[in-house]
């Protein structure tokens, strides 16, 4: 009723959903879940078409009508894919539907990667699809706190400017060192999103009406602004939604220029290759301590790079051949992210 009533106002709404494993169980009179992957993958088949029925029935009821999608990680690591998808949302908002977006858990496999992990992740990357949306996360918690919600003294942060590795640190357990599963994936989420130049809500689902609420301005749960510089969808591709297929390390003069915004990754910068790539993959930039700096489309392959890798652009012709391209990753198709992306440019 909320979304319909948000969608009714003239705001465009996407439904990021999950429950199809518990829906299906609930559906097969099941009372434990199935430890068999083929089971599993079965269970959710029955729990989709119950859910989106269910979403339908109730939808319909207000004059809308719903739409579902399911996507697995390699429909939006694959550029035409992505694309794609964006078109088919796109042309379901204009005709006035709701997308129900959901992991499409019957053929998606952690061991091949094509998972996103949770919603919390596939949300952000949802979100990275659109220009400029606002991303509104329900949770059993009413927002981020100062500390552990159950030590005297902690509060709710209304407000976030940026997700600096302090904010990040609050979901890790002080005492072990672990990351508090959900809140985690969260606070990454909220990263991603507001780099990106878009704001991001962390509200309690249970609130009453906290939908429509939070439309009308309503101070609810903890809000993340926005970097005020914007990011063409493209670049919002490349730094948070395709998987990398390699990782290079950089030595610390290259980190340095990379956090600062700096030129395009030439080889002489890079101490390590790993992973088997081709040209024109992504690949995860990352400084000697293994720390993410940045993501980018590479123009050489791996068994190239392995060869050119520490020389100046003039000895890659020596080493190959030829030195078809002066940058490994040229600053136009590369991407910088996480807390480096707080202070350089993009």
Same mark, same amino acid.
């Given at each position: 009723?909320q979304?319909?009533?948000?969608?009714?106002?003239?705001?465009?709404?996407v439904?990021?959903?999950?429950?199809?494993?518990?829906?299906?169980?609930?559906?097969l009179?099941?009372?434990?879940? %199935?430890?068999?992957?083929?089971?599993? =993958?079965?269970?959710? /088949?029955?729990?989709?078409?119950h859910?989106?029925?269910?979403?339908?029935?109730?939808?319909?009821?207000?004059?809308?009508h719903?739409?579902?999608?399911?996507? #697995?990680?390699?429909?939006?690591?694959?550029?035409?894919? &992505?694309?794609?998808?964006?078109?088919?949302?796109?042309?379901?908002? @204009?005709?006035g539907?709701?997308?129900? #977006?959901?992991?499409?858990?019957?053929?998606?496999?952690? *061991?091949? /990667?094509?998972?996103?992990?949770?919603?919390?992740?596939l949300? +952000?990357?949802v /979100?990275g699809?659109?220009?400029?949306?606002a991303?509104?996360?329900?949770?059993?918690?009413?927002?981020?706190y100062?500390?552990?919600?159950?030590? %005297?003294?902690?509060?709710?942060? @209304?407000?976030?400017?940026?997700?600096?590795?302090?904010?990040?640190?609050?979901?890790?357990?002080?005492?072990?060192?672990?990351?508090?599963?959900?809140? !985690?994936?969260?606070?990454?989420?909220?990263q991603?999103?507001t =780099?990106?130049?878009?704001p991001?809500?962390? /509200?309690?689902g249970?609130?009453?009406?906290?939908?429509?609420?939070?439309?009308?301005? *309503? *101070?609810?749960?903890?809000?993340?602004?926005?970097?005020?510089?914007?990011?063409a969808?493209?670049?919002?591709? $490349?730094?948070?939604?395709?998987?990398?297929?390699?990782?290079?390390?950089?030595?610390?003069?290259?980190?340095? +220029?990379?956090?600062?915004g700096?030129?395009?990754l030439?080889?002489?910068? $890079?101490v390590q290759?790993?992973?088997k790539?081709?040209?024109g993959?992504?690949?995860s930039?990352?400084?000697? !301590?293994?720390? *993410?700096?940045?993501r980018?489309?590479?123009?050489?392959?791996?068994?190239?790079?392995?060869r050119i890798?520490?020389?100046?652009? %003039?000895?890659?012709?020596?080493?190959?051949?030829?030195?078809? &391209?002066?940058?490994?990753? @040229?600053?136009?198709?590369?991407?910088?992210?996480?807390?480096?992306?707080? @202070?350089g440019?993009r």
């Amino acid at each position: 009723r909320q979304l319909a009533a948000v969608a009714e106002s003239g705001k465009q709404v996407v439904l990021v959903s999950s429950g199809a494993v518990a829906s299906g169980m609930g559906k097969l009179g099941l009372t434990q879940r %199935p430890s068999d992957l083929g089971q599993l =993958q079965a269970v959710a /088949a029955v729990g989709q078409a119950h859910l989106i029925q269910t979403y339908e029935s109730y939808f319909s009821t207000l004059g809308r009508h719903a739409a579902q999608i399911l996507l #697995i990680a390699d429909d939006l690591d694959d550029r035409t894919r &992505y694309l794609n998808v964006r078109n088919t949302l796109g042309a379901l908002l @204009h005709m006035g539907v709701i997308p129900i #977006i959901n992991e499409n858990d019957t053929v998606a496999v952690d *061991e091949l /990667a094509t998972t996103f992990g949770d919603n919390d992740r596939l949300a +952000a990357m949802v /979100a990275g699809i659109f220009s400029r949306p606002a991303l509104i996360i329900l949770s059993d918690v009413e927002g981020v706190y100062s500390s552990d919600p159950r030590e %005297p003294g902690a509060r709710i942060l @209304h407000t976030i400017p940026r997700v600096e590795q302090s904010i990040l640190d609050l979901a890790v357990n002080r005492a072990t060192g672990i990351s508090k599963g959900g809140m !985690s994936s969260k606070l990454k989420a909220a990263q991603f999103v507001t =780099q990106s130049g878009s704001p991001v809500i962390i /509200a309690g689902g249970w609130i009453d009406n906290v939908l429509t609420r939070l439309v009308a301005g *309503e *101070e609810l749960g903890t809000v993340f602004l926005p970097s005020p510089r914007g990011m063409a969808s493209r670049k919002r591709w $490349i730094g948070f939604t395709a998987q990398a297929s390699g990782t290079v390390h950089v030595d610390a003069g290259a980190a340095r +220029a990379l956090r600062s915004g700096g030129p395009s990754l030439l080889a002489i910068g $890079i101490v390590q290759v790993l992973g088997k790539f081709s040209k024109g993959e992504l690949l995860s930039v990352r400084d000697e !301590s293994g720390e *993410e700096i940045a993501r980018g489309l590479t123009n050489y392959d791996s068994d190239e790079l392995l060869r050119i890798r520490g020389l100046r652009s %003039p000895a890659i012709a020596e080493i190959l051949g030829h030195c078809p &391209y002066e940058e490994v990753i @040229h600053r136009d198709n590369m991407t910088v992210v996480g807390t480096a992306a707080l @202070h350089g440019t993009r």
